[in-house]
């Protein structure tokens, strides 16, 4: 049913309003399980989607289990008891049977499994755990158990719960018929339009919310989720897009024009390139044509410049920087952190500090370009300095980090605003900085890859630009895992070997100071033991975020300045820090970190011309995951690779943690499995803002996307 059917059919906003302590058989205990499991509406039951489904065609039988392979069982329980290990643990053991054989299963640390399992005796549940073997007979740990009782149908739906609850599968699916009956009368609204749906050979929601409760075959159960993952991809998109046309609607923008009003005649530009000591990359350079074509437009630009460790971000976001300048207006480079801020005012500074701009009314008519630093470590008359001259236009450039929010700093003209690290600002933070009738261009920089997909979710509202090339001369990293102690021997007299030569080594840890708790490595007794022993003779220093500004700037000068061999640290080091001279990477406990966290470490290193390495130590237990991670660490050094990797391994959760705008829950949706939803909704999200018969069925969406998103984050369906 498409949305102009019937103004009595039941919206999902409908939904919303109506309680599950409506449905017959649900009274205040039953209400209550339902909310632990998050459903207190009609919609969180109908969205609350089977996470499995049993085939009662085919069934496997216990005596056909094999050893090493997760499988699903149906059987009955024959017996359960409870028993207290010799180390206090409690264990319930419960043996379950199926008329082909019996398999027995362990639940550590639940003693309410025996009452669970005690009420539904008799019943047939389903299991499905890791099969083991013990004395020649099946036996499983830990589980996972749902209730399935005496559901019929050749296909049943097994779905998510907590296990405490004494709720079953088959209780929440007889709810669901329930639900789905009572809106059948009326109908579920659908508010994408019929063309869309057959341009992408969608059918109908109704039917698709039917067959992924209760599909009549697997091949129907592929075809409703397909359809419903792209309702769920479309809301957030038909946010992310709408905040975007809202922007280029509303916001009135810098048109960074060479001969503009206020434009400086001189050739900043070129005399900054000729300047440089290398060659741009051939993506370095689509980059500033992408990003020069948006500054030269009165829409203010609001791109996201993503790219590899090491692909030259920081000189592409300059020449932008120079380019607001050019035009007479200001900069600012927001840091996430005082280090970063630091570090980038003295690149920056390096690189332009031979650049003059004119100036009215100064005795040479020029003067220097200016780079200046606000962070929380300035003194207050180098501050006062710094807010004077920003005032009066004299100060083209400003580095900084949350400081730059602050009332008390006023642009005279904000051209141009860069976001190092986008994920540690809000976008809150980030329109603060747009102040006044015209807002300044944004460049948003990540330095950790993201897949496409992914990106056009998280980013959605930016447009995209990707350096995808490293410069020339930069050393790809060797890679090496080192699990045995004779590896981790190897690695020491790599780090010897290296010192020997001039060269410099990190050595990283995950803790600053031991734990009970969690067996990683700690920054001060790795120092103290490496400096005693594999590492003694050599000057071995410490860096971590627990020091004082002053000693953290020590360290950091010392190793810069050769007078460190080595420099044991946390991950304080994992973002910006640049001594090429390092050429080795010891990581510590390497498997407790994650992909895109390893991948920055290694970028630490390989920054010069010289070979360089990375050694990944673990111990020889290592998880299966974590084998994954390092391998993967081992076989690539190409970020975007690994990050597509990373989304594989950990799922999209840890991606959706960066949304700022128009998040919504992925109940189906997988950023690393339904790319291809991904596009084709977001392309679907700008044929229903852009064109104006589809009004109808925007305002509909609209309504909905609501529903799923906080309010504060729906700012821009007001306006549409």
Not at 122 to 129: D, I, M, N, R, S
Not at 293 to 320: E, N
Not at 388 to 407: K, S
């Amino acid at each position: 049913m498409s949305n102009t059917d019937s103004p009595n059919e039941i919206s999902y906003s409908d939904l919303t309003e109506m309680s599950v302590g409506r449905l017959s058989g649900v009274g205040p205990a039953r209400q209550s399980a339902l909310a632990s499991l998050g459903i207190e509406n009609l919609l969180d039951l109908l969205t609350h989607f089977p996470r499995r489904y049993i085939d009662r065609s085919s069934p496997r039988r216990i005596r056909d289990l094999k050893e090493g392979e997760s499988s699903l069982v149906l059987a009955t329980l024959r017996c359960v008891e409870t028993r207290r290990t010799r180390s206090r643990r409690v264990m319930v053991n419960a043996t379950f049977a199926d008329g082909s054989g019996t398999i027995r299963c362990s639940f550590f640390n639940q003693p309410w499994r025996q009452r669970q399992l005690e009420a539904v005796e008799g019943v047939e549940v389903a299991l499905y755990g890791k099969v083991e073997r013990f004395n020649g007979r099946a036996q499983m740990t830990n589980p996972l158990v749902d209730m399935i009782g005496d559901q019929t149908g050749r296909i049943v739906p097994i779905y998510p719960m907590s296990e405490k609850v004494r709720l079953t599968s088959g209780d929440v699916a007889a709810l669901v018929s329930q639900t789905l009956r009572r809106c059948r009368q009326r109908g579920i609204c659908d508010p994408v339009p019929d063309s869309i749906l057959k341009a992408h050979d969608l059918v109908p929601r109704e039917d698709a919310l039917n067959s992924i409760h209760f599909p009549e075959t697997m091949a129907q159960m592929v075809i409703a989720r397909r359809r419903l993952v792209f309702d769920e991809l479309l809301r957030i998109q038909v946010s992310l897009v709408g905040r975007k046309r809202q922007i280029e609607r509303e916001q009135m923008g810098f048109r960074h024009l060479p001969n503009g009003e206020g434009a400086r005649p001189e050739d900043l530009l070129g005399e900054f390139y000729r300047s440089l000591p290398y060659e741009l990359t051939g993506a370095q350079r689509r980059a500033i044509a992408e990003i020069a074509a948006d500054m030269t437009s009165p829409v203010p630009m609001h791109r996201l410049l993503q790219g590899d460790v090491g692909a030259g971000k920081t000189l592409v976001a300059l020449v932008a920087l120079l380019t607001a300048v050019k035009a007479g207006h200001q900069g600012a480079f927001m840091a996430p952190t005082e280090v970063l801020a630091e570090q980038h005012t003295e690149s920056l500074r390096a690189l332009v500090g031979h650049l003059r701009v004119g100036e009215a009314g100064s005795l040479l008519g020029d003067r220097p370009v200016t780079v200046g630093l606000l962070s929380g470590r300035v003194r207050v008359a180098e501050r006062r300095r710094i807010l004077e001259e920003l005032d009066a236009g004299r100060m083209d450039i400003l580095v900084g980090t949350h400081a730059l929010l602050e009332e008390s700093v006023r642009f005279r003209s904000l051209g141009l605003v860069v976001i190092d690290e986008q994920h540690r600002f809000g976008v809150e933070q980030r329109d603060s900085l747009r102040a006044g009738e015209r807002h300044p261009d944004v460049l948003v920089m990540t330095a950790t890859p993201i897949p496409r997909t992914a990106a056009m979710t998280v980013y959605g509202d930016l447009d995209m630009t990707i350096l995808d090339e490293l410069p020339p001369g930069r050393t790809p990293v060797e890679t090496i895992w080192a699990s045995s102690i004779s590896d981790q021997d190897d690695t020491w007299s790599l780090v010897r070997e290296q010192v020997s030569i001039g060269r410099q080594t990190y050595v990283v840890c995950p803790l600053v100071e031991g734990s009970e708790k969690i067996q990683a490595a700690s920054a001060e007794q790795t120092r103290a033991s490496l400096a005693e022993g594999e590492l003694s003779g050599l000057a071995v220093g410490l860096l971590h975020g627990r020091m004082s500004s002053d000693d953290k700037d020590e360290v950091m000068g010392a190793f810069r300045e050769r007078r460190l061999d080595v420099l044991v640290a946390t991950t304080v080091i994992e973002v910006g820090v640049d001594v090429p001279n390092a050429t080795v990477m010891v990581i510590l406990d390497a498997d407790r970190f994650g992909l895109a966290q390893l991948h920055q470490l290694r970028g630490r290193v390989g920054r010069g011309s010289d070979r360089s390495y990375c050694v990944l130590v673990s111990g020889e237990a290592v998880s299966e995951e974590g084998s994954e991670r390092l391998g993967a660490m081992v076989a690539t050094t190409d970020g975007f690779k690994l990050a597509e990797v990373d989304l594989e391994l950990r799922g999209e959760g840890t991606i959706m943690g960066q949304r700022q705008k128009g998040r919504s829950d992925l109940r189906l949706a997988s950023l690393s499995r339904d790319g291809e939803w991904i596009e084709k909704a977001r392309a679907s999200a700008f044929d229903l803002i852009d064109s104006p018969e589809h009004a109808p069925a925007l305002l509909a969406l609209t309504e909905e996307t609501s529903v799923f998103i906080a309010e504060e984050e729906a700012e821009f369906l007001e306006k549409n």
